[in-house]
């Protein structure tokens, strides 16, 4: 039985970035794979990135160039850097694991990220 435990997440304007961290239990060997998955309101889980024995990774189309995925500083860990975020990029993200075969997941965390927006605007003057 593979346990995952991850971190971060949490709310941030268009154009902010997160960092997603994952560590499945180290005493787990024969990990191949991990992986983060995204799930948006009334749509399906999709793939984000994938990192294959530490060293292949793989990106959804989506984040091509804006998500990096790399293995943790501790052993079976895998994290995700979001620069650029989108509110397209709000959802629930998942990390993921294959363990000899058998996939495993955690209870996934909620990444949010807003539309900025101007305010009206503050006069401000200064006098001599």
């Known amino acids: 039985q593979v346990q995952l435990a991850e971190s971060g997440g949490g709310s941030v304007q268009a154009g902010g970035s997160l960092k997603l961290s994952c560590a499945a239990s180290t005493r787990i060997l024969g990990i191949s794979e991990m992986a983060w998955y995204r799930q948006a309101p009334g749509k399906q889980r999709e793939l984000v990135a994938r990192i294959f024995e530490g060293l292949q990774t793989t990106y959804a189309d989506s984040v091509q160039g804006r998500f990096t995925i790399s293995e943790g500083a501790a052993k079976n860990a895998v994290d995700l850097e979001m620069d650029n975020l989108k509110p397209e990029d709000t959802g629930v993200y998942f990390c993921?694991?294959?363990?000899?075969?058998?996939?495993?997941?955690?209870?996934?965390?909620?990444?949010?990220?807003?539309?900025?927006?101007w305010g009206q605007g503050t006069q401000v003057t200064v006098s001599p």
């Open positions: 993921y694991a294959r363990h000899l075969g058998v996939p495993f997941w955690d209870q996934g965390t909620q990444v949010t990220v807003s539309s900025g927006s």
